[in-house]
């Protein structure tokens, strides 16, 4: 059974940081691709951050460049998102996934149904 498990979620002050971790149990962690997403009130879910099965390449949204780091720890089973310098618009519901098997991470890494496995999710909560 795949699980995946946030934590770190919590409430900061503009200008804070935080840091996510997700802990993957159940399959191989090091054999697939991680991302986070994050879904605000009355929103769709939205990509954040990606990271292919090394480490070695990451990706970003826009929105958060510059601001948010993704790594992962493979003899941990453990990715990480790093948030700096948050904002009031960062406040969302955070969640980590594993990819699909066949995942292409240069073409899929933002898409949704690129993940398979999906955690509970942690609030983040940033106020202004």
């Known amino acids: 059974q795949v699980q995946l498990v946030e934590s770190g979620g919590g409430l900061v002050q503009a200008g804070g940081s935080l840091r996510l971790s997700c802990v993957v149990s159940?399959?191989?962690?090091?054999?697939?691709?991680m991302g986070w997403f994050r879904q605000a009130p009355g929103k769709e879910r939205e990509f954040v951050a990606a990271?292919?099965?090394?480490?070695?390449?990451?990706y970003y949204a826009e929105s958060v460049k510059g601001r948010f780091t993704c790594s992962r720890d493979n003899a941990k089973n453990t990715v990480y998102l790093q948030m700096n310098s948050l904002k009031p618009e960062d406040t969302a519901v955070y969640y980590c996934?594993?990819?699909?098997?066949?995942?292409?991470?240069?073409?899929?890494?933002?898409?949704?149904?690129?993940?398979?496995?999906w955690g509970q999710g942690t609030q983040v909560t940033v106020s202004s």
């Open positions: 159940g399959r191989a962690f090091s054999n697939y691709a």
């Open positions: 996934a594993s990819s699909s098997p066949g995942f292409r991470f240069y073409s899929d890494y933002s898409r949704i149904r690129g993940y398979d496995y």
């Open positions: 990271i292919n099965r090394s480490g070695g390449s990451t």
